[in-house]
């Protein structure tokens, strides 16, 4: 087994943001509704930046924090469901935008909120075949752009965001997966029916039903977690973190009850940031990897699940 080590960890938000009393005055929504159903206090809102121009930020800084070379990158994977157009794609933006040479292979690629487990996985993988190639894997999103602000079942959980990492390949290191997916009719539970092209099309927004998709969302990461645990032959309670994306606190909680994970194994922003899709999971990361939180050989799970339906869990060690 050979996996990666990351170099370098970056994140940025926008700094306007959108609290839950705020929503009150545009949607019939209360501050004592939302935090205790979904453990989130506010979100951070995009008022003039794409998907993009937060995952520059989030990119750039994340060389810096790694202090590797940008001759050495050889890859550019960016996950996220609201790229600035169908093409040219976010990654090919950055290419130019971070001065980077152009022997790099840079692409989109879409999982939703699953998508920064899909990248890392794409990463490592294509990191094996050049191993002398380092990886800037990003999850970015501007959410709100699709969200209507008179539906308050949606418009109260997203916000907007990016993170990044720097990934290099070790043939000593530990990773593995667990990747699903699976598009029958349960996909429709979740979903942004169009794409809007400019002038020519009705905005399309995200519709979801709440009670399937915390179902769903209860269920198959566990069932991942589990496999993942067996595979290796751990038990949860050897895991220094278990990041799950950040959704909503309540399916965390019953996630975490279900597994009998303690509350130190694990790492929450929800309350800060909301559900920022593909971004959550390497903004977390960034924040912990800031805070000194993590150190050498620690075991991490990181837990994706949304729309697609999509759903992994990955383990490596820092």
Known sequence: MSGIDILGTGCYTPSHTLSNDDL???VDTSDEWIY???????????????????AYQAAKRALENSGVSKEDIGFIIVATCSADHIMPSVACMLQKQLGL?????AFDMNAACTGFVYALSIANAMLATRPDKLALVIGAEVFSKMLDYTDRSTCIL????????????????????????RGDVEA????????PFAGNQKPSYCKMNGQEVFKFAVESPV???????????????????????????????????RLKIKEE???????????????????????????????KGMKLLLVGFGAGLTWGTIYLEW
């Open 24 to 26: 009150s005055t545009m």
């Open 36 to 54: 205790p159903r979904t453990g989130i206090k506010k979100r951070h809102i995009s008022q003039t930046e794409n998907t993009s121009e937060l």
């Open 101 to 105: 040479n152009e022997q790099v292979m």
């Open 158 to 181: 997203f916000g907007d965001g990016a993170g990044a990492v720097v990934a290099k390949h070790n043939s000593n290191a530990k990773f593995y997966e667990v990747i699903s997916s």
């Open 188 to 195: 429709e539970h979740i979903h942004i029916p169009g794409v």
């Open 223 to 257: 069932q991942s977690i589990k496999q993942v645990l067996a595979d290796l032959d751990y038990h949860i309670d050897q895991m220094d973190y278990i990041l799950f994306h950040q959704a909503n606190a309540r399916i965390i909680s019953s996630i975490s009850k």
């Open 265 to 295: 194994q694990l790492y929450s922003n929800i309350e800060e940031y909301g559900n920022t899709s593909a971004a959550s999971i390497p903004i977390m990361l960034d924040e912990m990897n800031q805070k000194g939180l993590l150190k």
